[in-house]
């Protein structure tokens, strides 16, 4: 069975321009989710998206938005780029199960986005 | 969700066990603990999870103590693959498990 899938793995870009990261999840999993990792601030969560809606979202200005196509598959697109913006750019996937044992989220090898 | 403290580093030689420690002291009753691993430049891998019976799977061990406030991960031949940062995380059964929650995890290194 595939892992997560994103694209492009590596990228760099110039402050002021805009990127769109894309995700495959796990075949069957319908529920993508987004992190950032810097650094500086660790691993942190971004949004979510479940039946192309998103659902929760994380703690960051709206240049970066998402969504989610009908067969699960999400982008994320940031736009004006900043140089704080250079990052590790996670997606995850789950069932979106909530029984009693557990719903693992499983992550994809990342897209690192260089912003110069 | 709960807080975790877990140590910033831990050594380990290679073919011994790598016992990695974590404290939930205020983990509730329908909260998980996880852990994963990253290692560098990778995205996090999945290793396993546990309520409140120990588990067990082909990558490691997870003890959890009869009151919940602390869990071990063990791995128990350690190798130089296994080199990564450990993250042991808490996570609600429903409601906002829609996330995780990373701290900064211990930094395993495994020496030859």
């Known amino acids: 069975k595939a892992g997560v899938t994103q694209t492009p793995r590596y990228l760099i870009k110039t402050r002021g321009q805009q990127v769109t990261l894309s995700c495959s999840p796990i075949?069957?999993?319908?529920?993508v989710s987004w992190y950032q990792q810097t650094p500086g601030q660790g691993l942190q969560f971004l949004f979510e998206?479940?039946?192309?809606?998103?659902?929760n979202k994380g703690n960051f200005p709206g240049r970066f938005s998402g969504r989610q196509f009908s067969n699960s598959r999400s982008e994320m697109n940031v736009s004006t780029l900043e140089l704080g913006d250079s990052a590790l750019y996670l997606c995850?996937?789950?069932?979106?199960?909530?029984?009693?044992?557990?719903?693992?989220?499983?992550f994809g090898e990342g897209s690192w986005l260089t912003v110069v | 969700d709960a807080k975790t403290t877990q140590p910033p580093s831990m050594d380990c030689a290679e073919g011994r066990a790598a016992n990695l420690p974590c404290n939930h002291s205020?983990?509730?009753?329908?909260?998980?603990v996880y852990w994963y691993r990253q290692i560098h430049s990778q995205g996090p891998q999945y290793i396993i999870h546990?309520?409140?019976n120990n588990e067990t799977n082909e990558m490691a061990s997870l003890i959890i103590t009869e009151d919940r406030k602390s869990s071990t991960l063990i791995l128990p031949h350690a190798t130089l693959r296994d080199t990564a940062v450990y993250y042991c995380i808490v996570r609600a059964r429903g409601g906002s498990n829609y996330k995780l929650t990373f701290g900064k995890g211990t930094l395993l290194t495994v020496n030859p």
């Open positions: 995850a996937s789950s069932l979106d199960r909530s029984d009693s044992s557990g719903n693992t989220i499983y």
């Open positions: 205020t983990i509730s009753g329908n909260e998980y």
């Open positions: 075949s069957g999993h319908r529920s």
């Open positions: 998206y479940f039946s192309e809606t998103q659902r």
């Open positions: 546990g309520l409140k």
